[in-house]
Nanobody, 128 residues
């Protein structure tokens, strides 16, 4: 599975960005796909994930109500709409995918175990 990520950039606090991840490869329709982020000096953490069926969703507590994940199976694109961005959202954001062997939440919060394929990342900077 390979990814093309786009949509990062510099935005002021309170602003919005939309990240897109176009996935390609065998059986991509069967994977949980999500967005993860890594700030300097911190471990990579889950932001939001979506199941292969679109019915399972996970959001990290700090982004709940601000971020929305969606999946377009025709274009194999997973989009993360980020609103009301805060300085603490600053990080490199990565698209990742894993086989849906258990719940979306379990796969998402343990990326070292549940995520098999990673994108190269896109920088998101929230600053005035």
């Amino acid at each position: 599975v390979q990814f093309v990520e786009s949509g990062g950039g510099l935005v002021q606090p309170g602003g919005s960005l939309k990240l897109s991840c176009v996935a390609s490869g065998p059986n991509v329709y069967d994977y949980v796909i999500g967005w993860f982020r890594q700030a300097p000096g911190k471990e990579r953490e889950a932001v939001s994930c979506i199941s292969a069926s679109d019915k399972g969703l996970y959001y990290e507590d700090s982004v709940q109500g601000r971020f929305t994940i969606s999946r377009d199976k025709v274009s194999n694109t997973v989009t993360l709409q980020m609103n009301n961005l805060k300085p603490e959202d600053t990080a490199v954001y990565y698209c990742g995918a894993g086989v849906e062997y258990t719940s979306v939440r379990t796969i998402c919060i343990q990326p070292r175990i549940g995520i098999d394929h990673w994108g190269k990342g896109t920088q998101v900077t929230v600053s005035s």
